[in-house]
Nanobody, 126 residues
């Protein structure tokens, strides 16, 4: 069973918005210990954390440089986690991944996560 599946990427102009979606397997989503994070990786750069959310409790976490434009949320009925991105900039161009981990101590740290989706591409043109 696929644990995580991203969608919603695409090409937008600078200043535009996108909402990425991550479908989470039900058993994973319903686990009290489960945390889902969004990460991104630009060409030639390391993967970096964007935001994370505990799917049962709802606590959210953001990388400091992302909290003003990005919002993470969830839909318990649909077992979905979303990343709303506003005011997109060319430097936001990257492959975006969602990932799941248990009792994540540092939610923005990618090494805390052990299950990853395939990613969805976001391209922002100037």
């Amino acid at each position: 069973q696929v644990q995580l599946e991203e969608s919603g990427g695409g090409s937008v102009q600078a200043g535009g918005s996108l909402t990425l979606s991550c479908r989470v397997a039900e058993a994973t989503y319903n686990s009290r210990s489960n945390c889902v994070g969004w990460f991104r990786q630009a060409p030639g750069k390391e993967r970096e954390g964007v935001a994370a959310i505990y799917t049962v409790g709802g606590s959210t976490y953001y990388a400091d440089s992302r909290k003003d434009r990005f919002t993470i949320s969830r839909d318990n009925a649909k077992k979905m986690v979303y990343l709303r991105m506003n005011g997109l900039r060319p430097e936001d161009t990257a492959m975006y991944y969602c990932a799941a981990g248990d009792w994540v101590g540092s939610p923005i740290d990618l090494y805390e996560y052990n299950s990853w989706g395939q990613g969805t591409q976001v391209t922002v043109s100037s």
